[in-house]
């Protein structure tokens, strides 16, 4: 059974970087054909779509957090990561990663972990 | 971007009754490449919904989803308990978009 888990700072300050990691188990990132990616949930609102990174290393951001996400795998790890510089208030939510085999649906969730960004 | 409207917003119903939402697309969703989850308070969401009309595994039969182009639904045949949560519809058919979801509650 796949599994993955995030784990991460919990607190942020503003202006600074986010980091979190995923980490994958019951299966290879390295696995032709699916992708792995981020999605974050602001407190009481809906879901976004962060980025992902497909197996062949190709990465795919939001188009409005573009210039401020990077998505990257350790194959040997089988991690994969999240930045997301020059964090505001705004920023802060639950975060998720999340599996998606090629032209399919987000498959597998991981629980979830809260950063906050506050002074 | 393809934008996803889902309506209504809140839907106030009964255990037995049949719950109908909607999700709209601002443009073509390609090869019907929509889905449905569904999300309770604290969790995950979990796909209940891909294709526009194929359950996962594991899903009741009481979970249907059907539409195309623009239009797409998920009805709920007779509501158990357990269905009272945020439902979100997403495509993924140019990279990925989610609605904003509507809430299903008693």
């Known amino acids: 059974q796949l599994q993955l888990q995030e784990s991460g700072p919990g607190l942020v300050r503003p202006s600074e970087t986010l980091s979190l990691t995923c980490t994958v188990s019951?299966?290879?990132?390295?696995?032709?054909?699916?992708?792995w990616g981020w999605i974050r949930q602001p407190p009481g609102k809906g879901l976004e779509w962060v980025g992902s990174?497909?197996?062949?290393?190709?990465?795919y951001y939001n188009p409005s957090l573009k210039s401020r996400v990077t998505i990257s795998a350790d194959t040997s790890k089988n991690q994969f990561s999240l930045k997301l510089t020059s964090v505001t208030a705004a920023d802060t939510a639950v975060y998720y990663c999340?599996?998606?085999?090629?032209?399919?649906?987000?498959?597998?969730w991981g629980q979830g972990t809260l950063v906050t960004v506050s002074s | 971007e393809i934008v996803l409207t889902q309506s209504p917003g809140t839907l106030s119903l009964s255990p037995g009754e049949r719950a109908t939402l909607s999700c709209r697309a601002s443009?073509?969703?390609?090869?019907?490449?929509l889905a449905w989850y569904l999300q309770k308070p604290g969790q995950a969401p979990r796909l209940l919904i891909h294709?526009?009309?194929s359950r996962a595994t594991g899903i009741p039969d009481r979970f249907s989803g059907s539409g195309s182009g623009t239009d797409f639904t998920l009805t709920i045949s007779r509501l158990e308990p357990e269905d009272f949560a945020v439902y979100y519809c997403?495509?993924?058919?140019?990279?990925?978009?989610f609605g904003q979801g509507t809430k299903v509650e008693i």
């Open positions: 294709g526009a009309s």
């Open positions: 999340v599996r998606h085999p090629r032209g399919e649906a987000f498959d597998y």
């Open positions: 019951g299966g290879s990132i390295s696995s032709s054909g699916y992708y």
């Open positions: 997403q495509q993924y058919g140019s990279l990925w978009t």
């Open positions: 990174i497909y197996s062949s290393g190709n990465t």
């Open positions: 443009q073509t969703v390609s090869s019907s490449n």
